[in-house]
């Protein structure tokens, strides 16, 4: 007999302020505030949520992640917690429950737990990972999701549909898709420019930023019957939602070269994978907080991690992904696709 094929995984990500990495490779900055659909499947089994919050007046950060697990629904505060529980950052159905190494759900799910880091399994099949860091005025979750293969049902959200498509990525609720284009700039060829003095971003990037952030990101605003989150009294998912934000859209050729020079060397320094150069270099010249650079580093351990806790490692077995090979080999123009 032979022995059953190992499931197949795909990974999203959303890390740092807030920059997403699609399930078809896709990556992109979205500094929008609220509480936001980040990924759910069409047959209602799966969900999360996340809830951005600002940092200053144009950089925001994952601050809460909340999943659904049949009736039951689990999440992650690293601030703005629902109860006097500052400690925890646990809520299984509004209560707070300590994870010392590993809790079965109801339905069959499971909670892992070291230090800082949890990752959650689903009966499903979807497995997430999250890292609480609370570091001063730093207070944030960094979040990878994979889903299997196996699972028929389509997915929707900011982390895109998982079709092998990056190029219709950012679908609205209603099914349209905002066209993709890069939201950084190419960091290499700002690294080489002649001009060491940084740029305005252009008219045309600045539009496409305001209507990735606007319109599409609005279409994936949750609505508070829609909602996984705990609250305070008085407090709902209208708390936590800026609709002006951000003040101004940033990109990398905002930065000096001096600055994305500098940036850049602090990240290679923490081992940062290419994938997550970019996010990284924005963060940490962005923020000024050379601490960003060393938890996208840690974004990149999470099969470490999971090998750690004892649970089947789903890259094993990442479903090959073409369509991001062949992006990561074209020649990278500023303003547009990878």
Not at 54 to 62: G, I, K, R
Not at 104 to 114: A, E, F, H, K
Not at 314 to 325: I, K, Q, S
Request: glycine share 8%; with cysteine; net charge negative.
């Amino acid at each position: 007999e032979q022995p059953a094929e190992p499931e197949k995984y795909n990974e999203g990500k959303s890390y740092g302020d807030p920059h997403l990495i699609t399930f078809d490779g896709y990556r992109y900055s979205f500094q929008a505030v609220g509480e936001f659909t980040l990924l759910k499947s069409n047959d209602g089994e799966f969900e999360v949520q996340v809830r951005q919050s600002p940092v200053n007046s144009s950089l925001s950060l994952n601050s809460a992640v909340s999943m659904k697990f049949g009736q039951n629904h689990v999440a992650l505060y690293s601030k703005d917690f629902p109860d006097s529980d500052t400690n925890n950052p646990l809520r299984i159905n509004g209560y707070s429950v300590t994870v010392n190494d590993v809790l079965p759900l109801p339905d069959d799910s499971v909670i892992y737990r070291r230090g800082n880091n949890y990752v959650v399994s689903w009966l499903t099949g979807e497995k997430l990972t999250a890292r609480v860091y609370q570091r001063g005025q730093f207070n944030y979750i960094d979040i990878s999701i994979f889903i299997p293969s196996s699972r028929s049902t389509k997915y929707s959200g900011l982390l895109g549909n998982n079709n092998g498509n990056p190029n219709d990525e950012l679908r609205f609720r209603s099914g349209e898709a905002l066209p993709t284009q890069s939201t950084y700039g190419n960091i290499q060829q700002l690294l080489n420019r002649t001009s060491p003095i940084p740029l305005p971003i252009n008219t045309a990037l600045n539009l496409y930023l305001k209507k990735l952030n606007k319109d599409f990101g609005n279409s994936w605003r949750i609505t508070q019957d829609e909602s996984l989150f705990d609250y305070r009294p008085n407090q709902g998912t209208n708390t936590f939602t800026n609709l002006g934000f951000p003040e101004q859209y940033l990109n990398l050729g905002r930065l000096s070269t001096s600055e994305l020079q500098a940036a850049e060397a602090t990240c290679r320094q923490q081992g940062v994978e290419s994938e997550l150069i970019e996010g990284c270099v924005f963060d940490v010249a962005f923020s000024g907080s050379n601490g960003f650079a060393r938890t996208a580093a840690q974004v990149s351990q999470t099969l470490d991690l999971l090998e750690e806790l004892g649970i089947s490692n789903p890259l094993d077995d990442l479903v090959p992904n073409p369509v991001r090979d062949v992006i990561e080999r074209l020649p990278r123009i500023p303003g547009l696709p990878f």
